[in-house]
Each structure stands twice: as structure tokens, then as C-alpha cells.
């Protein structure tokens, strides 16, 4: 008990860490590209607003990036396909954290059978290829949001089980822990209150990144026309839609490109940014 109340006493006298300078580098970036894709899409007209009269045209006062094969505002199209992403990102993640984490968390915990059986499902998920195993899901639920969802957590739990299971592993060891066990705690309190608490720095920071990588998926299907279909403005269904205009029109295929470059660029900013303060802290 006294390890315990020595080790809160420590936490609250740590004065807060100042943030380090990459953090709030990408935060300010972060909260730029999140601002330009909240309101941008508020002040140009409706992504899905067609204009047969004026397709293909050149940027211009009144379409910055031109209009594509159907009349509609490229900018407009660029900047909802970008909040699309982002929102579908950040939500597909949400059931392989928490499943992720329960499961490396009890697996760690009990050990023995339970243990032998969740690295088994895991090496069994992640023996295929990661594209590979998305892409035939997806195929098979159906193009839309709900597939990316399924496909998603059905693969992306297996990274965040492993590295909650061997920080629970390495927390164990601890002396904290022990003397929580040794005065008599319930299994539950010791994991729930005084283990998981003190091993989210790693899936936090995993988890930022890995963003990018469902987002790259989300495109990437979208592209191969069974992720989010159009009218729906998606990244990659529009530099696919665009391939077929790349020598009269790039900026079909080259804006959406380039977006989903600068969200990678400022998620792994924000990413690194976030390793480094949790390292510090």
C-alpha cells in the first residue's frame, strides 16, 4: 500500500511537462487542415451540385480548382472528400482500439489458455496480407462506409492487442502492481485503476498514425470501387474518376492526391509530436 500512495504522491507533485515544440507544430497544422475542411466546404457550393453546362472547366474565380467531368466544384468535392476521410479514420478506429486493448489486456492478465488462444486468432488475422485481407472483405460485405468499418476492425485489432500485451507484461513487473496484488485488490481493480492507465501511451501513439493508414485503405478501396461509392465525394474515387480526364484536367487526379498527402503529413506530425511529449512526461 505504502508503494502505492509513494507513487501517487510522486504524480502529483510532477509539475505539468511543457509542451515540445513538434506537438504544437502539428497541432497548429492539425487544427488548420480542420478548420479548412469544416468551413471551406460551408462557403463553396455543395459538393454533389451538378452543372452540366460548365464541365471540365479551368479554375477560375468562381471554381479555384475547376469543375469536373459533371460541372461539379472541384475545391468544394476535395475539401468534403477530406472530412470524409478523416471522420471515417478516426470512427473505424474506435471498435479495434477498445477490442484491441480488452483483449491484450486479459490475454497479458490471465495468461495460461487465454493467452495461447488470442496470439493464435492474432498470427492466424495477420499471416494475410494487410490490403489483401481488407480488400477481399470488402469485396464480399459490399461496397460503403459499413465494409471499411468491418474490414477495418477485423484486421486492425491485432497491432493494438499486441502492444497493449506487452505493456500490461512489462506493468506486471512493476512494483506498484505488486503491492496493489499484495494488499488484496481484485484482479479487475488492479488491471482497470492501476495497470491500463499507465499503458496508454503506446496505443495512443500508435493510434494516431494508424489513422493514416485506414485512411490510406479507405482510398484505396474507394479507388478500386468497392469502398465509398460516388456520388459520395471520396479521395480516391475521385482521382479515379479523374484518370480518365489526366491529360485535359490533372487537378482531378492531382488535388485529391495531394490531400491525402498533407493529412498524412500533419497526422504524422501530430504522431511524432505525441511520441515525443508521452516520452517526456
Request: no cysteine.
Amino acid at each position: 500500500m505504502s508503494a502505492i500512495a509513494a507513487r501517487v504522491g510522486r504524480t502529483q507533485g510532477r509539475s505539468a511537462p511543457r509542451l515540445n515544440g513538434t506537438l504544437v507544430a502539428a497541432i497548429a497544422f492539425m487544427l488548420v487542415v480542420l478548420v479548412v475542411v469544416v468551413v471551406g466546404p460551408l462557403l463553396l457550393p455543395s459538393a454533389t451540385d451538378q452543372n452540366l453546362d460548365n464541365p471540365l472547366a479551368p479554375p477560375s474565380s468562381s471554381a479555384l480548382l475547376g469543375t469536373d467531368q459533371l460541372g461539379r466544384d472541384v475545391l468544394a468535392r476535395v475539401l468534403a472528400g477530406m472530412r470524409l476521410d478523416l471522420i471515417v479514420g478516426v470512427s473505424a478506429l474506435v471498435v479495434p482500439i477498445l477490442l484491441g486493448s480488452v483483449l491484450g489486456a486479459m490475454a497479458a492478465w490471465r495468461g495460461g489458455w487465454v493467452d495461447e488462444a488470442v496470439g493464435i486468432v492474432a498470427d492466424v488475422v495477420q499471416a494475410f496480407p494487410y490490403y489483401l485481407f481488407i480488400l477481399v472483405l470488402a469485396f464480399f460485405l459490399g461496397a460503403g462506409v459499413t465494409s471499411i468499418y468491418v474490414a477495418v476492425a477485423t484486421v486492425a485489432w491485432v497491432s493494438y492487442m499486441r502492444i497493449v500485451r506487452a505493456e500490461v507484461h512489462t506493468a506486471m513487473r512493476q512494483d506498484y502492481v505488486q503491492a496493489a496484488v499484495g494488499a488484496g485488490y481484485s484482479g479487475a481493480r488492479v488491471l482497470m485503476r492501476h495497470i491500463l492507465p499507465n499503458v496508454f501511451k503506446q496505443p495512443l501513439t500508435y493510434a494516431v498514425t494508424d489513422v493514416v493508414v485506414v485512411i490510406v485503405s479507405t482510398a484505396t478501396l474507394s479507388y478500386l470501387g468497392v469502398g465509398i461509392t460516388p456520388p459520395t465525394p471520396e479521395l480516391g474515387a475521385m482521382v479515379a474518376d479523374g484518370q480518365q480526364f489526366v491529360g485535359l484536367r490533372p487537378l482531378l487526379t492531382i488535388a485529391p492526391g495531394l490531400a491525402v498527402v498533407l493529412i498524412g503529413v500533419a497526422l504524422a506530425l501530430l504522431g511524432n509530436g505525441l511520441s515525443r511529449q508521452l516520452d517526456e512526461s
